[in-house]
C-alpha cells in the first residue's frame, strides 16, 4: 500500500511501513527476517473487558525508520483489525469509554471509534503533548510536556543563534544520549466531558517553577504518574535534585498532587511520612522520628541516623492507586544511589496520611520474595496485587496481599513483561522467550501455579515463524569455584546434531546486574546466534538477581573476582562435559558489563578463547569514573574515586584489575563496537581498546556508529551490526 504525500513544490511518494510479508529464502534466522518483525508496544482493554487495543511497530530497513500503528481485537483474540491507515505513527492508546480510544498523533491527542472512523483531535498544544492520561470520570487529562532547561547549560547570547558551544556549570548536562536542555513536566488540564476536547486554557503546571524533572530521565514514562479512582488526586514520581546532586543520588519520591487545589505547597510527598513537597530543597529532606521534616545536608547524614531507614532514600517509582482509592502502591528500593537494589513493593494506606506521624502508612509486602518486584496490578478487591518478578532466570507470576503472602502463579521458560488487569477475574499480560518475540496473552490467576491457565491472543510475528526451525533451549546446574550452583542456558542451533561439533559462544551480561532471564531482543538475540550454527553459553553469573540478595550483591565492588570465575567456570564445564562443544572454537561476547567483562576476559582466559566481541564496554575505570553522566553507578560500584588517597581496599581492586591494565596479556582478536552518543559509558572507552590491540598487533575491527547511543536502534545500523558481528565469528570460529 503506498501513501501519496504533497510537498511544497511536487508530490513526494512515501511507502507506508507496515506488517512485512516478507518470504524466506532460508529456514534459518536472518538479520533481514528479525527486522522485518512487528513489536509489541502498548495495549489496554476497554472499561468493560469486550475489546483490546494494541499498539505494534514495525520497521523499514530501506527507509531506514519505523512506523507506530494501533491494532483492535476481542479478548479472546479474534476480530483482528488494523487502526491505523496512514503514514503518521499513533501511539499510546487509552480508552476514554467503551466506543471510545484516545492517541497521540502528530504530537496532539486525537480520538476514534472503535473501527478508526470520526477521527478527530482533542489538543491543541502545538504539537507538544509527549504522553497522556485521562482521569477516571474523564474531566481532566495530564498531559506530558517538555520545557526548556538551562539549569546547568546556560542558554547561549540571543545574538549569537549561530553558535553551538555549550556553557556548562553543573553535572547532569548530558543524560544517556543528549544534552540536558528541556526537561519534561505534567500538567493538568480541564476536560470537556461531552467531547472530551482538551481546554487548553486550563493547563497547570504540577511542577510549576520547580527545576524538576517528572516523569524521570532517561526511560520514565506516564508509568510514573497515576489518577485516583475519584479524579481528586494524581500521585507522580519526581527526583527533587538537579546538577552534581542528582548525578549523585537515586533517590526518588512519590508525590501526592491535590486537583482540585491545584496548590503545589498542598503537594505530600509520601515516602517521606508526608512531608510537603513545598519544603523540599535540591539538597533534599527527609523525615525526622517524631514525623516532622528536617533537612540534611550529606547522603551520610541519612545513613548515620538509623532511625532515618524507613524514609525511602533509594528509588522510589510507578505509583498505581487501589480500585477503592484507600492505598497507593509503588516500587521501593531501599538504599541510595544503589540503582540495582532491591525492587519492594510498598503500599500507603491513605487513611494514615493525616495522622501526625504516619508511621503505620507504609508497609511492604513482598519482602519473602527475595529479588526485585518489575511491574503489578491491583485486584478488584483491593486487597491482592499480582506481580511478576525473577527468579531462577525466568520472570514468572506472582500474587500477595497487604499481610505480605506471596504465592507463585507460574512456572514457565518465558519472561512476563508487563500485566494489567482485564475484568475482575483475569489479567492482560505480555510475554516472550528466548524463541518467541512479545506476544500478548490472557491470565487466569488460579490458587496455584497448577490452577493458573492462559491463553494467547495475538501472534504479530507467526507468518515469520513458521518459515524458520527453531533452536533449542537446555538448562544446567553448574559448580562453581566457590562450590556453589549456578543456572546456566545453553541454547543449540536448530536441527541440532549431537554427534556434531559446534563453535560456541561465551555470553556476557550487562547491568552490571541484569538478568540472563528468557529475554527477547533485536540486537544480542540467541535465536539468531544458534540459527548461525553457534552452541550459546549463557550463565546467570554471580551479579544476577533470581537467586537471592546475597548472590546479587557479591558483584559490587568486585567485578573481576566471582563472577569472573563463573564465567569460566560456565564455558569449562560446556567444554568438557557437552560433547557437542569444540572447545577449539570458543568466542566470548558481550555489551555493557558484558563487554567490560570481555576485555577483562581477554586479558584472562588462558587461551580458552579464540576471538571477542565486545560493545559499549567499559575498558579504563579511572576514565570511566568521571566520564559516565549518573554518577552515583561508579559511586555504588567502585566503592571511591580515584585520586583518593585513602582508597578502601573494594576501591583498590576495582582500579587495580581494570581492564586497560592487563593489555600486555591480550593475544587474541577482538571487535570492538560503540556508539558516539552513549553517554553512559563513553565512545573513547571503545577507542582506546582497539587502539591498543592494533598498537599490539593484535588483529581487531572497530564499528564506531556516530548517532547511536548505548543500543543500536536505527534499521540500517541493526543490520550493520548483525552482518559485522557474524562476519567476525565467522572468520575466527569456523
Known sequence: MALTLLGSSKAQETQVIGKSNIKLSSKLMTPEAMWAMGRIGSCQASPDGKHIIYQVGYYSV?????????????????????????????TDPQWLDNETVAFITGGEIWAMKLDGSERRQLSKTDGNVEGFQFSPDRSKVIILKSLPFHEVIKKNPDDLPKATGRRVTDLMYRHWDHYVESIQHPFVADVERSTFNVQRSTLTDLLEGEPYECPMEPFGGMEQLAWSP????????????????????????????????????KTRNLCKNGCEFGAMTDGGYVGSPDGTCNPTKTLKDQFINKKLADFNVGYDVNPKFSPNGRYVAWLSMKRDGYESDRNRLCVYDLNELSKEPAANAKTYITESFDSSVDDFCWASDSRTIYFIGVWHATENLYRTNLKGEVTQLSNE??????????????????????????????????KTIAKTSKQQITEVNKHILDQLDKPSVEQYWVKTTDD???????????????????????????????????F??????????????????????????????????????????????????????????????DKNRL????????????????????????????HDGAFNLEAMYTETEENWFSNWEYDD?????????????????????FVDKWDTPILVIHGEKDYRINATQ??????????????????IFPDENHWVLKPQNGILWQRTYFDWLDKWLK
Open 520 to 581: 527477547w531482543s533485536y540486537r544480542w538475540n540467541f535465536f539468531i546466534m544458534a540459527s548461525q550454527g553457534y552452541v550459546v553459553v549463557a550463565p546467570n553469573r554471580r551479579g544476577l538477581p533470581g537467586f537471592g540478595q546475597e548472590w546479587l550483591e557479591e558483584i559490587s565492588g568486585d567485578w573481576t573476582g566471582q563472577c569472573m570465575n563463573d564465567y569460566l567456570s560456565a564455558i569449562d564445564f560446556a567444554s568438557n562435559n557437552l560433547s557437542y562443544v
Open 413 to 446: 521458560w518465558a519472561d512476563f513483561g508487563s500485566l494489567q488487569m482485564l475484568n475482575d477475574k483475569q489479567i492482560l499480560a505480555e510475554q516472550h522467550s528466548f524463541l518467541a518475540p512479545a506476544d500478548l496473552y490472557i491470565v487466569t490467576p488460579g
Open 230 to 265: 475519584d479524579s481528586k488526586f494524581i500521585a507522580f514520581t519526581c527526583r527533587t535534585k538537579t546538577g552534581i546532586s542528582y548525578s549523585i543520588s537515586t533517590d526518588s519520591d512519590i508525590f501526592l498532587y491535590d486537583v482540585e487545589s491545584r496548590d503545589l505547597d
Open 641 to 661: 574515586a580515584y585520586w583518593n588517597k585513602d582508597q578502601t581496599t573494594r576501591a583498590k581492586k576495582t582500579y587495580e584489575n581494570s581492564p586497560h591494565r
Open 62 to 90: 530501506k527507509q531506514n525508520k519505523s512506523h507506530q500503528v494501533l491494532y483492535m481485537m476481542n479478548p479472546d483474540g479474534s476480530g483482528q483489525q488494523l487502526l491505523t491507515k496512514g503514514a503518521k505513527n499513533e
Open 686 to 703: 571503545g577507542m582506546s581498546a582497539f587502539n591498543a590491540a592494533r598498537m599490539k598487533g593484535i588483529p581487531a575491527e572497530l564499528l
Open 484 to 518: 556453589k550452583e549456578m543456572l546456566t542456558w545453553v541454547i543449540l542451533p536448530p536441527n541440532f546434531d549431537k554427534n556434531k561439533k559446534y563453535p560456541t559462544l561465551l555470553f556476557c551480561e550487562g547491568g552490571p546486574q541484569s538478568p540472563v532471564s528468557q
Open 587 to 614: 568466542g566470548a561476547v558481550g555489551a555493557s558489563f558484558g563487554g567490560f567483562s570481555v576485555y577483562y576476559l581477554a586479558g584472562h582466559h588462558d587461551k580458552r578463547f579464540k576471538c571477542f566481541i565486545a
